[in-house]
């Protein structure tokens, strides 16, 4: 052996040992990608009720959400899919992600149905849909596929409004899911313990955008835009900035537990604290027959309630109809043709509810008479001002 052959030996020897040293200190060192992608956009609006549209709460919120990380985070680089009112594939919007090499991406999208007492949140990742609900909300959302000239060959004959195109979801594999289903979770708890809105649940259906993206990823629906409660609240800025908030904390968390896997030392970012409020936890009020288009649901005095309670020792049935942030005024459209219609207040939401009845079977019935209008109703009790639920209240006799 020569001395050049030696001399050739050591240095790969020691290349190796460099790569050893470099190779992961670049990779602790490697700043994390978020891509924030705001749905829709330019000339698709999305879901819209009037002048609110789902392209303009989306964005806004993403702004939002995005600044909060920027502001807080140093070894986060934020990436958005759009700033501003814009048009963008789907395959466009995958694109810059996997281009990016991302660590998470985080679609924000605002939901719609018919009834207008559809409302709450979820948090969708990649998957089959069980359900045609789930079904429902990734086909309107893959839709926008259809705006693009010779879609077929460029989405490779997906067609989105084809159930049978979302055959191919049920024999898909996700190596990304049990981290995008982690992140789903706590983006949904923070919606409720953060901003107090109804949890409609983490759900799987088959969106194109997340098929393409490769890191976890996650879809989530602010809630109803066709709601008008809750068209009042996604279109406001405090309403924005806590959806924002909310999804910032489950990003918090995401964050520390891929640091701590990562073998990195982990910054001390806060999640941004619940603000306590001194509410009561139920208050009692209702809408009077008397009322005229301009007024506003009218207060029912708490010690009446307590006093038709105290008639008789059985619980009261009521039907709660839906729920929103703000009260809504007593010629709100949802209200048309209902009567002696109350709500009660619990954890700052109004909870709309029907019927005052100590017979379960006649709300239950009332129940069937409404589910055209309301079909996510649900039936309440009250013992007093206890609230209790209908299987609880069956107890007491």
């Known amino acids: 052996m020569n001395l050049i ?59 939002y959400f995005g600044q909060l990380v920027e502001d807080n985070f140093d070894d986060v680089n934020v990436v958005y899919t759009r700033k501003t009112d814009k048009y963008l594939t789907l395959q466009e919007r995958a694109d810059i992600v996997n281009n990016n090499h991302a660590d998470l991406f985080v679609c924000i999208h605002t939901n719609a149905a018919k009834a207008a007492s559809a409302y709450g949140t979820e948090t969708y ?78 759900r799987q259906a088959g969106f194109w955008v997340l098929l393409k993206s490769a890191c976890p990823s996650v879809l989530i629906e602010l809630g109803f835009v066709s709601n008008p409660a809750e068209e009042k609240y996604l279109t406001s800025e405090s309403g924005q900035k806590e959806m924002a908030t909310s999804i910032y904390n489950a990003f918090v968390n995401f964050k520390r537990n891929h640091d701590k896997k990562s073998g990195k030392l982990t910054n001390p970012q806060n999640y941004v604290e619940i603000q306590k409020q001194e509410k009561p936890l139920v208050e009692f009020e209702t809408q009077t027959e008397t009322e005229t288009e301009s007024t506003e649901v009218s207060e029912r005095p708490e010690e009446d309630v307590k006093t038709v309670l105290s008639q008789d020792v059985k619980p009261i049935f009521k039907l709660q109809l839906f729920a929103s942030k703000s009260k809504l005024k007593a010629n709100a459209p949802e209200f048309k043709g209902l009567k002696e219609l109350e709500y009660y207040i619990e954890n700052d939401l109004y909870k709309y509810t029907i019927g005052f009845e100590t017979d ?31 299987k609880e209240a069956l107890k007491i006799k």
């Open 5 to 63: 052959s030696i001399s050739k030996s050591k240095v790969k020897i020691l290349l190796f040992f460099v790569m050893l040293i470099v190779v992961p200190f670049n990779a602790q060192n490697k700043k994390f990608t978020l891509v924030i992608d705001a749905g829709h956009g330019g000339h698709d609006p999305g879901a819209k009720r009037g002048n609110s549209l789902e392209k303009d709460i989306n964005l806004k919120t993403s702004l």
């Open 125 to 202: 990742t990649l998957g089959l849909a069980k359900s045609k609900g789930n079904l429902d909300v990734a086909m309107r959302e893959n839709s926008v596929i259809l705006l693009e000239d010779d879609y077929k060959s460029k989405y490779k004959g997906f067609d989105p409004s084809s159930t049978e195109s979302y055959i191919m979801f049920e024999f898909m594999q996700d190596k990304y899911i049990d981290k995008s289903i982690d992140l789903a979770s706590s983006i949904q708890n923070q919606f409720t313990k953060y901003a107090n809105r109804s949890d409609r649940g983490v």
């Open 360 to 390: 379960y079977e006649k709300i239950v019935q009332l129940k069937k008479d409404n589910v055209g209008k309301f079909p996510e109703a649900f039936i309440v009790a009250f013992l007093g001002n206890k609230k209790l639920s209908a």
